[in-house]
């Protein structure tokens, strides 16, 4: 497994991050989320897509290898689309450390749906008020509905539906992206099943 005490798996140099950087650059997702998905290996492969030092800071608290894969990606909205939030987790990326959830929030909270994607990668993660301090009062302001479903969990557990969806995504483990689709289910729940955001968390 790949940590900080190790060089990237993909250093900046690396003819993979230059054509990642340059898809980035021009906006093709459709690119991005081919790259990311047929070239990485393994699913919590280190990118470096920047200087990391914002991650890397002692006062981060963190555990040395949770800052692997999905935060690399996620460094300084480089990557934050929901679709390739998706690709990660479908391909069995891990879920981002917990106690990091508060930086996701931080770093993403003008792309909720990104939000939403990581934190339905968890069967249940405690929600805290004091998070609302992480989101500016214009962002919160602009994705209101958003995020009062988002701290109304911190009050209330996450659905019955949502739990089902964390054991069937546990048992296909990284395998989801191509399972799922095989099961007889309609596409909106096949959708649900592979983390497409829904605007709202319940």
Same mark, same amino acid.
């Given at each position: 497994?790949s940590s900080?005490d &190790?060089?990237?798996?993909?250093?900046l140099?690396?003819?993979?991050v230059?054509?990642?950087?340059s #898809?980035? !650059?021009t906006?093709d997702? $459709?690119a991005?989320?081919?790259?990311?998905?047929?070239?990485?290996?393994?699913?919590d492969?280190?990118?470096e897509l920047a200087?990391d030092d914002?991650m890397k800071?002692?006062? #981060?608290?963190?555990p040395? !290898?949770?800052?692997?894969?999905?935060w690399t990606? $996620?460094y300084?909205r480089?990557?934050?689309t929901?679709r390739t #939030?998706?690709a990660l987790l479908n391909?069995?990326?891990? #879920?981002?450390w917990?106690?990091?959830?508060?930086k996701?929030?931080?770093?993403?909270a003008?792309?909720p749906a @990104?939000? $939403?994607?990581?934190?339905n990668?968890?069967?249940?993660?405690? @929600?805290?008020? &004091?998070?609302?301090?992480?989101?500016?009062?214009e @962002?919160?302001q602009?994705?209101?509905p958003?995020?009062?479903?988002?701290?109304?969990?911190?009050h209330?557990?996450r659905?019955?539906q949502h739990?089902?969806?964390?054991?069937?995504?546990k048992?296909?483990g990284?395998?989801c992206f191509?399972? @799922?689709?095989q099961?007889?289910?309609?596409e909106?729940?096949?959708?649900y099943?592979?983390?497409e955001?829904e605007?709202?968390l319940?």
């Amino acid at each position: 497994m790949s940590s900080w005490d &190790s060089p990237p798996d993909y250093p900046l140099n690396s003819s993979f991050v230059r054509r990642l950087k340059s #898809a980035l !650059g021009t906006g093709d997702q $459709e690119a991005v989320q081919e790259l990311i998905c047929t070239e990485v290996e393994p699913v919590d492969a280190v990118i470096e897509l920047a200087n990391d030092d914002w991650m890397k800071e002692p006062s #981060a608290q963190l555990p040395t !290898g949770a800052l692997l894969g999905l935060w690399t990606l $996620e460094y300084k909205r480089e990557l934050t689309t929901p679709r390739t #939030a998706q690709a990660l987790l479908n391909h069995g990326a891990p #879920a981002v450390w917990p106690d990091a959830f508060p930086k996701v929030l931080k770093t993403c909270a003008p792309a909720p749906a @990104v939000v $939403e994607v990581l934190f339905n990668a968890y069967a249940q993660l405690r @929600v805290s008020e &004091s998070w609302q301090g992480e989101i500016p009062e214009e @962002v919160y302001q602009m994705h209101e509905p958003f995020y009062r479903s988002f701290f109304a969990l911190a009050h209330t557990p996450r659905s019955l539906q949502h739990l089902c969806r964390s054991a069937i995504r546990k048992v296909f483990g990284k395998k989801c992206f191509q399972l @799922v689709p095989q099961l007889p289910l309609p596409e909106t729940l096949q959708n649900y099943l592979l983390l497409e955001p829904e605007g709202f968390l319940r």
